[in-house]
């Protein structure tokens, strides 16, 4: 018996052919991108600043510091190409155009909310704009995700699917099963690692084998692997334009390590002991929103007050949504058994069986 292995790389980053794909975007869509990330920071500040005020409960996890991760990767695939991450998800469902009212309603447990508010901050959902979560389990959407992807390659849909998980997430069983099912099948799905450096408290050299060469573990199924700079949002888009292509294309599944940092801590209660500040100060010089700010400025593509009045819109569209969910109704107690069972069941009501249900 011959046992064939498909070849363990895809170009590194540094070796993609010039120009990049970014080279093509004009100032109207740098100051787009540029928007999204402001709108996510400004969003995510004033999460923050409700969650001291109580009006947030349970856990809250903040993407801060990496926002070029979602920005730049949803903005190098189509609006109908479904993506799915983690429990930090309020940038990847802004990124994908969900109205920033309905997703501080739900993490204020409102019934305005994308989920009524029964989700909370970790589960993000907004199916009209194909984000399928917001998932609390770490690596959970992972398996999910290759389901998506199936659902795309049995229908013969033109589309890629986005999975994003954390450092940690790598070495939950369900991540390697997931990963092995999309390779085996030449699944369209992107596995999109946001390398952030830390699980909670654990940095990734200490709870990851072979962490400083993570296209091993891509070779070991065989999978197309790519890494980008992710504290670049064109860097990031040059990557996922290249690797999105191809897996539309029919070259099967790809690993993405996206190097990445988290400005604050792991959720809201994180003294954070486990890191430097000198170390937080160093990331916190690679700003995303600096970076692209920068650019655009040498490049007068923009002038200094043109990007002061975006970063006020997004500022007013952050407090609009917080006033928004304060003055949104809570969900109510009739809501308790609503959307426990989708259809064909039905509606459950407490102390009947489910609507078309048969024993
Ligand atoms: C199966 C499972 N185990 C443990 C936890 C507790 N937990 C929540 S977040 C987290 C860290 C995950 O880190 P990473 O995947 O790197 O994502 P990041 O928080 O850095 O975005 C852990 C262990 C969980 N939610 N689910
Ligand atoms: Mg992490």
Redo the contacts with the bound molecule.
Sequence with gaps: MTITTAPPSGAPASDRPSPAPSDALDAKALLGLLEQMLLIRRFEERCAQSYQQAKIGGFC?LYIGQEAVAVGSIAAVRPEDPIIT???DHGHALARGMDPRHCMAEMFGKITGCAKGKGGSMHMFDKPHHMYGGH?????QCPLGVGLAFGIQYNKEDKVCLCY?????LN?GAVHEAMNLAAIWKLPILFVV?N?L???GTHIARGTSMADNLAAKAGAYGMRYAECDGMGVLKVYDCFKTEADRTRAGEGPCFINVETY?FKG?SMSDPQKYRTKEEVEEFEEQDCIQRLRRRILNRKMATEDQIQAIDDKCKKLAIEAVKFADESPAIGVDELYTDVYSQPFGPYKLGQPAEGFRE
């Design positions: 996890h983690a429990y930090r609390a389990i770490v690596g959970g998980f954390g450092d940690g997430a939950q946001e952030n830390y699980s909670m988290r792991h």
